[in-house]
C-alpha cells in the first residue's frame, strides 16, 4: 500500500483494469471468483510481468485478496471496482431535457428530466428539485426516463439514510440544522439539513419526506387506490418544495398535509419527529 488515499492507489489504468477483471470473474462464477496471476495478467493485457506484479501489489491486501486459488476483490474492492464499471470516475455527457408522464403537483406543468454535469435533475420548467449524482455508466444503458428510475431509487436511500443520522455517501454521521425561510426557487418555509460530519456532504429536506411513508398516509393511499411505493418521490405531493407551513421558529413547529388532498395532517419538530398527527384509526 502506499501512503496516498484510496484515489492514487486507482489512479492508474493497469490497477482500475485490475479491479475490472476481477469483477468481471466474480460477475461469471460469483462462487469460485478467485483468477490465478497468469490468467489475471492477461485478462489486463499487460505483458510485463513486473510491472503487472506491481500494480497488482499495491492493490493487493485492502482491495484485492490474495488466495491459494488467486486473486479476487475483497468487500471494499468490490466497492471500487463497482463505481469504476459504472464510469463515476468518466466523463458524463449531457442529455436531455426529456418530458415524463407525470406533472408537477403544484404548478400542473409537465416534469422533465436531464442530465448535466453527471447530475440527473427531475423537475418542472424553473424547478428541478430532486437532483442526485448519477453515474454515466446507468446513462449508457437506458434512457433518461428509464434512468429516472433510478434517481428515484438514490433519493429513497439517500432519505433513508439520512433519517437514520447516516450519511448516504460515506456512512459517517450527520447533524441536523432547521433552516426556515430558504430562497430557492420555490421558496421553502422550513427545511431539514442534513450535514455529514465526516465527508461534509448536504442533504436538505423538506418537511413532507419525514411522512411520506408514514404509515397513515400509506393506508391512506391505499384506500384510494394508489400504492404510493410505487410512486416516484417527484409524484408525491408533500414531497414538493414548498410543502410544509412554518407554525413557530421557537421551539420549531412545522405543519405539513399528507396523502391523497392532504388528509393527512401532521406538526413536526425541529428535528423531523412527528409531535402531533393522525391517530391508529383516523
Ligand atoms: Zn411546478
Ligand atoms: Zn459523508
Redesign the pocket.
Known sequence: MTDGDGFDLLADETRASILRELATARRESPRDSAVPFSTLRDRVGVADSGRFNYHLGELTGHLVVETDDGYRLSPVGQQAASSILAGAYSDPPDRGPVELDET?G??G?PLEAVYEDGVLRVG?GD?RAFGEAVPPGVLADASLREATRVLDATLRTDLSAARRDTCPACLGGVDWRFETHIPTDVPMEAAYVAVCQSCGRQLTLNPGLFVFDHPAVVAAYHDAGVDVREQPVWAIDCCLPGAGTLVSADPPRVDVAAGPDGGCEFRLDGTGDVVDGPGRNG
Open positions: 408537477c403544484r404548478c406543468d418542472c424547478d
